[in-house]
């Protein structure tokens, strides 16, 4: 399965042509049906609609077909619909014109001061009751279904950039524990030499001459402390196994931005603790390091759905 991110964009746009009335001046009248989908990251869906009044039952289909596909992301879908010019003014059919003729004749025998229709006026009524509504939801949820794809494809892109970006800073992290494990043990042997100097200052014993051995058990339990102190074993082989299973959820795909955010903050757990334990500047600075690329690591999973 492939990983996808959340943020993602597809427009689409189609012609139609409307079911006609008799009295329509010709075959030109035609709508045309725009479909755009924005998708951002978010913890959770949210579906945002933006339709015009006349798509409004399409909404439930539209919510059915966008939760399917889509599991987390701020989802905003925007639906135009636009009338041709050519459809816009039309012919008035004879019937129409008898009909708004007989109106006016019976309004001014009751009203004789009503003004007499202009020829705006005739065309704006006939085109009003020319018009029949004509239900569009099919040819929306269709070019949905399309801009969903589109989407999907954006998504599927930018989900598989980000994989390869985390998979890099994943090895990077393991070459820095790999740094990390052999400093420990030149460490404590450092502390210890540098224990056993300092018991013979204090005993004031040239070199020639052999350190007690109560003073030499003492030195090596204090190295013994010193070591268990600055141990990250546990840190790092901890650290290696989150870093083993973010790559297999990476190569599995699916929805794992959740679970991805869950090892990250494991991940920032074990180079705190690292840190805290360090006895050398270079310890120090691979756990800063550490951070800096987990803290990456987290920007780019806060996008993966």
């Known amino acids: 399965m ?5 943020t993602g964009y597809a427009a689409v746009q189609s012609n139609m042509a409307s079911s006609g009335s008799e009295n329509e001046s010709g075959p030109d009248s035609a709508s045309r049906l725009g479909v755009e ?10 579906l945002a609609f933006r339709l015009p009044d ?8 539209l919510r ?3 939760s399917a596909k889509l599991k987390r992301g701020k989802i905003e879908i925007r639906v135009a619909l636009e009338s041709s010019s050519a459809s816009s003014l039309r012919a008035p059919s004879a019937a129409t014109l008898q009909r708004l003729g007989s109106l006016e004749d019976n309004i001014k025998s009751w009203l004789p001061q009503a003004a007499a229709l202009s020829v705006a006026d005739v065309l704006r009524i006939a085109t009003n009751e020319d018009k029949k509504p004509h239900d569009h939801s099919d040819e929306l949820i269709k070019l949905a279904k399309k801009a969903l794809k589109e989407l999907l ?26 740094l990390a494990v052999p400093m420990v043990p030149r460490l404590v042997e450092q502390q210890q030499a540098r224990f056993l100097e300092r018991w013979k200052e204090a005993m004031a014993l040239p070199d020639s001459k052999a350190l007690p051995e109560a003073a030499q058990d003492r030195a090596l339990a204090e190295a013994t402390a010193f070591a268990i102190r600055i141990d990250v074993a546990e840190e790092i082989t901890r ?24 090892l990250i903050q494991e991940l920032h757990r074990e180079a705190n603790t690292l840190g805290s334990k360090s006895a050398s500047l270079e310890l120090t600075r691979i756990s800063v390091d ?14 993966i759905e």
């Open 2 to 6: 492939s990983v996808y991110s959340m």
């Open 54 to 61: 006349e798509l409004r039952q399409a909404e439930p289909a």
């Open 290 to 303: 550490m951070k800096v690329l987990i803290e990456q690591i987290r920007e780019q999973v806060q996008n």
């Open 239 to 262: 650290l290696s196994s989150h870093l083993d299973e973010i790559d297999r959820l990476l190569g599995g795909g699916g929805e794992l931005g959740k679970r991805l955010d869950f």
């Open 64 to 66: 059915e077909l966008l």
């Open 153 to 178: 494809a954006a998504r599927e892109r930018e989900g598989n950039r980000l994989k390869q970006t985390l998979l890099e800073r994943t090895a990077q992290l393991r070459a820095l524990a790999e």
């Open 37 to 46: 989908i924005r998708s951002v990251n978010s913890r959770f869906l949210d």
